[in-house]
C-alpha cells in the first residue's frame, strides 16, 4: 500500500518528510504515521520525489510542503562529510518552512555529536535520537546472510552492547514528530540489557532452531572478506573502521531513553529475534514456512 499524501488526506495534518523512508527506521515511522491518518512522504534516491545527499538539487522538492521531517544520514553521521551535509540540510529545511527535526544519531561518535549540535543550535525545534547498535542489522542488513550461514564475524572482540530494537526508536521518532515537549532532547536509546555477542548469537539460535556463532576477527580481516564479498573496497574500509570505533567498548553502559521517551521498557533482544524469526527473517529456500511468513 503506498504511502498516504498531503494532497489527498487529512489537509489539517502537517506533511512529514521522512529522508531514507526504505531504511530500517525510515520504514517503520512511515508506516506508523501512515496508520495515524498522517500525511507523509518518504524520500531516498529510488523515490518518485528523490532525495540524494550528494545531489543537493533534490532537496528542495523533497521538502516542499511539509512541517517537520525525520532525518537519517547515509551512510551514517559518522562518515566523513556529513557535518558538511547535516549543516546544509539545516539551511535548506529552514528555507522550505519546516517547524520541526528529528535526528537519528548514533553513540560515541564525536561527527555524529557535532552533526546533533548543528541542529540543535539551529533556529528549528529538533529532537535528537542517539542510539546504540540496531538489532534488525541481524534480521534486514548486513548480518542477515551471516545469521543465515550461522557464523557472525565481526570485529568486536568481546564488547558489551546494550543492542537496540528499531521498533522502539520508531516509536520515539513518531511521538517527538507528533506531540510536542520533545525540543531539544537528546534521547539515548538502548535496549534493557548489555550483551556480548557471543549471547546475541545464542539467542539468535534459540529463535531460530540452527546454532548460530559469533567468530571475533581483527578490522583488517573484516575488510577484505567484506571486499571479497562484494563490497566496495572504500565501503568495507569504512565499515570497518566504523565498527572499530563503535565496539571500543564505550557503549557499553545502558540509558533511560526509552522509558523517558515512552513510559515503558525498552524491547529485549530475545523478544526481536524471536519475533523476527516468527516473521521468516531467516527462513530460506528449503524452508517451507517461508511462503506463509
Known sequence: MEPMSSDHIHP?????????????????????????????????????????????????????????????????????????????????A????????????????????????????????????RCSFFAQNFSEHFLQGPVLDGVIALPAGDVLEPVVDADDVADVAVLALTTDGHTGEVYELTGPTLLSFHEMAAALSAAIGNEVVYLPVSVD??????????????????????????????????ADGVQRALGRPARSFAAFAADAADAGAWATAADPAEGAA
Open 221 to 254: 580481516a573484516y575488510a577484505t572478506e567484506a571486499i571479497a564479498a562484494g563490497v566496495p573496497a572504500d565501503e568495507a574500509d569504512m565499515l570497518a573502521s566504523l565498527f572499530a570505533h563503535i565496539f571500543a567498548g564505550h557503549n557499553a553502559t545502558l
Open 94 to 129: 529552514e528555507q522550505a518552512g519546516l517547524e520541526r527535526l528529528v535526528l537519528l544519531s548514533g553513540r560515541g561518535e564525536p561527527d555524529a555529536q557535532a552533526c546533533e549540535r548543528i541542529l540543535l543550535d539551529g533556529p528549528i525545534p529538533t529532537t535528537v535520537l
Open 12 to 92: 489539517t495534518h502537517s506533511l512529514t518528510v521522512v529522508v531514507g523512508g526504505n531504511g530500517k527506521t525510515g520504514r517503520r515511522v512511515v508506516e506508523r504515521l501512515t496508520a495515524m491518518g498522517r500525511p507523509v512522504r518518504p524520500v531516498s534516491r529510488s523515490t518518485p520525489v528523490s532525495f540524494d545527499w550528494e545531489d543537493h538539487t533534490t532537496w528542495p522538492a523533497a521538502l516542499d510542503g511539509a512541517t517537520s521531517a525525520y532525518i537519517t544520514y547515509q551512510p551514517d553521521l559518522a562518515a566523513p562529510g556529513s557535518i558538511d551535509a547535516i549543516t546544509a540540510f539545516g539551511k535548506a
